[in-house]
């Protein structure tokens, strides 16, 4: 177990560059059980939630090898069970994502019970129905869930509520599945529409990913090929947090600032200024902050993994900020150990809560409950004045590569250190 120990209240200095997208990746690693070719994958962040998929993939047989940091290939030619370990699931929820295309090319999936997690409970029922919908037979028991089908047959698919995963899962199935499958009020992130690129590059045959409506033409086979990780936007959106809270004069390299729109338009309104490219962000400017009133959105809204880091630079704006959270039912819990480094936030009813700014935070013992809740820790600790301890950075490490020696590089003083 390791924790990390932060001397905050300075200002951090430099540039950053954004890895790869994890909810990205972790979808095109789930795609490649779509077919016997070899995928090769480059720009993977090297972090928990990646190394925990592949050993989940590597259980079933699929070839998993980490060529050089960041390069990764995989090869589903000899899959030699559909059971996915009860040990490992409940250690990554997104191994939902590999029931669609496991299901779809070996007929058969056996799946352990996801379970909730910090952020809200996490139901699977739009799974569920949506596998039903194309023609699949599903049994639940105490052990879990049992998802059988000869052949999946396409079908018209409208999902009762939006879901990412939901969307990519059910995408994925219909890929290899007989005839037309049309999603409507499918989820739109980058994402989605960055692996059915990707997977039309490989023969399949796929309209629509980015809007809500996709339709998925089923083909018999998709071949190997090579992809490149997007960049991470919720992690480029943490850095500008970061920079904004600590009025930093950083430099965010290496991300796609079309994908964060609605984030840039918040910080412009709380009076950020900002000098934007393709690829870049330089903040110029975070001495006056005003406050906002700001709802958390599927995209292009504001997204609910942006949340926690926004809260946190809140702190210093000048007013009364309001923050509503309407995607996951528990994502206000880091909130408690805010208000005990000094922030004024009121939880006004569990999806929304106010803050009033400017407050000074002082460094105290904290804990990471979940991964962005982490790095909103990992911010507040550098804004604060002393010494902050975060417990739990496994949740940190899920999914930013390597952050500690990464922020130092921008001067923060931080370390990593082992319980004793
Ligand atoms: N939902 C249901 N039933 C389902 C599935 C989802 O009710 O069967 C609900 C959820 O409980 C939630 C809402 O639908 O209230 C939306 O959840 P969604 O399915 O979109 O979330 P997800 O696909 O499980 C992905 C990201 C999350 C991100 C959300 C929302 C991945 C691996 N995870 O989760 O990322 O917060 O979309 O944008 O892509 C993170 O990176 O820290 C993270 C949690």
Redesign the pocket.
């Known amino acids: 177990m390791e924790k990390l120990v932060i001397n905050g209240g300075k200002k951090l200095h430099g540039s950053i560059n954004v890895k790869g997208a ?2 990205c990746a ?2 095109v690693m789930a795609a490649s059980l779509l077919t016997d070719g070899v995928f090769n994958i480059k720009n993977v962040p090297e972090i928990e939630d990646v190394f925990r998929l592949q050993e989940i993939l590597k259980d079933l047989g699929c070839k998993a090898k980490r060529h050089k940091k960041g390069e990764w290939s995989f090869q589903a030619d000899n899959i030699h069970k559909i059971e996915l370990d009860k040990n490992l699931v409940p250690k990554l ?2 191994s939902v994502l590999l029931i669609g295309p496991l299901l779809t090319r070996f007929k058969k999936v056996k799946m352990p019970h996801p379970g909730g997690c910090a ?9 569920i129905s949506g596998f039903k919908t194309l023609g699949a037979k599903v049994k639940c028991d105490e052990q879990g869930y049992i998802f059988e089908a000869k052949q999946l047959i396409g079908a018209k698919l409208a999902f009762p ?6 969307t990519e899962t059910m995408m994925m199935a219909a890929v290899l599945a007989k005839g037309k499958t049309t999603l409507i009020n499918s ?1 739109c ?1 980058p ?1 989605i529409k960055a692996l059915a690129d990707f997977l039309n590059s490989l023969g399949a045959k796929i309209s629509g990913a980015g809007t809500p409506t996709i339709e998925i033409n089923g083909v018999e086979k998709i071949s190997g090929g090579s992809f490149t990780v997007i960049p991470d936007r ?1 992690e480029a959106f943490s850095f500008l947090a970061l920079a904004v809270a600590t009025n930093s004069h950083l430099e965010i390299k290496k991300c796609n600032t079309e994908h964060l729109t609605i984030p840039l338009l918040v910080l412009k309104e709380m009076g950020v200024k900002m000098k934007i490219g393709n690829d870049n962000i330089k903040i110029t400017d975070a001495s006056c902050l005003t406050a906002v009133n700001v709802t958390t959105h ?2 292009p809204g504001f ?3 942006c949340q926690s880091p926004l809260t946190v630079a809140l702190t210093r704006a000048k007013g009364e900020s309001y923050v509503s959270e309407t ?3 528990d994502r206000f819990l880091y909130t408690d150990f805010l208000r005990r480094m000094g922030a004024d936030i009121q939880m006004i009813n569990q999806q929304k809560i106010s803050i009033t700014g400017p407050s000074v935070l002082t460094g105290k013992k904290v804990e990471s409950p ?3 809740a982490g790095i909103a820790m990992v911010i507040a600790a550098l804004m604060a004045n002393g010494k902050t301890e975060i417990d739990n950075i496994y949740q940190i490490d899920r ?1 930013y590569e390597n952050i500690d020696a990464r922020l130092r590089r921008l001067g923060a003083d931080i370390k990593r250190e082992k319980y004793i």
Not at 119 to 127: E, L, N, Q, S
Not at 161 to 166: A, E, L, P, Q, R
Request: glycine share 8%; no cysteine; hydrophobic share 30%.
């Open positions: 994890k909810n972790l979808k929820r997104s952020i809200g409970k996490r139901p699977i029922d739009i799974f509520k939006i879901s990412v995963t939901g989820a992130e994402e919720i599927e995209y997204p609910t993994d995607i996951f039912e979940d991964l962005r999914g």
